[in-house]
């Protein structure tokens, strides 16, 4: 197999602006310092006001390397804010790195946050093609896939009616479906299945498992641990936007819960550690799930 993902000291800043706290300041204070604020924007208007902003560097990723080969099923964990999602958003090159580089080999299509990659103002129809269009395709290898999208997504009735009137369930949907129809080399997923229903999303589960038997890369964020272990060999483990592990998806995991001293984390349960309830209450688990 040869590497189709080769990330080196890859590094995503971003500059951030918090409100200076004047604790204590006098009526004349207020005045003057809002005065030298609008005098400042007059001057330079397209300057942050440093009179009443600090700014400071927010390292999203720092000195990430890694590599994914051909035909891969990945899993990236982490916590809310760890930088997975900017891990993801540079691979699809929706954003540069600030530092480092990546080098990706085949057609990528990715399914980030709702909203991503469609324009409100057109069909579900339009937005098909005009995805297809992105990933190079002609417009009759699109047709050839149309109806397949379609009877995935089962949107017959909503075909034709603009994105933007699409509820977020809606447009989940119609953006698995086309990401995954439309043959890409790598495919790219974030949590936003957990906006599907619990049938759909089982049904891109399997999707993903069909698209990587076929010989291409899924690579898949989310904070159900079980859909990452059924669906994934190999496992990226991001914290404060740097990689803590890599290996084996179920070694991964297990070391992830540990390192975050959980009893309940994000889709596992310990049930040997539930305590009693007291006064005849009782405890209801939703669902159990079987994993090994």
């Not at 009735?157 to 890409?184: C, I, N, Q, W």
Request: aromatic share 6%; with cysteine.
């Amino acid at each position: 197999m040869s590497a189709v993902i080769k990330a080196e000291n890859l590094g995503k800043k971003y500059i951030i602006g918090h409100q200076k706290q004047r604790g204590g300041a006098t009526l004349r204070d207020t005045i003057t310092h809002t005065a030298r604020g609008i005098w400042q924007r007059i001057r330079h208007p397209l300057s942050p006001n440093r009179e009443s902003i600090d700014l400071e560097e927010l390292w999203a990723l720092k000195d990430v390397n890694f590599e994914v080969q051909q035909g891969e099923r990945i899993g990236i964990i982490g916590a809310n804010g760890a930088g997975k999602s900017t891990l993801l958003k540079i691979l699809s090159r929706i954003t540069e790195p600030t530092t480092g580089k990546v080098r990706i080999k085949g057609r990528v299509s990715s399914l980030l946050e709702v909203g991503t990659g469609f324009h409100p103002e057109l069909t579900g129809r339009e937005n098909i093609f005009l995805n297809g269009a992105i990933l190079g395709m002609t417009r009759q290898e699109v047709k050839r896939k149309f109806d397949e999208i379609i009877a995935f997504a089962e949107l017959e009735k909503f075909l034709d009616t603009p994105v933007k009137r699409y509820s977020s369930g809606m447009y989940v949907r119609l953006a698995f479906a086309v990401a995954a129809h439309l043959e890409p080399e790598i495919l790219i997923v974030d949590e936003v299945l957990a906006v599907g229903d619990v049938a759909f999303q089982k049904k891109c589960l399997g999707k993903m498992q069909e698209v990587a038997g076929e010989g291409r890369t899924v690579l898949f964020v989310s904070h159900n641990m079980a859909a990452i272990q059924n669906l994934t060999s190999r496992a990226i483990c991001i914290d404060k936007g740097h990689v803590v592990d890599i290996g084996r998806t179920e070694g991964v995991i297990s070391r992830y819960l540990k390192l975050f001293d959980t009893d309940v984390a994000e889709g596992f349960v310990d049930l040997t550690k539930l305590q009693p309830v007291k006064q005849g209450g009782t405890q209801i688990l939703r669902s159990l799930e079987l994993i090994s």
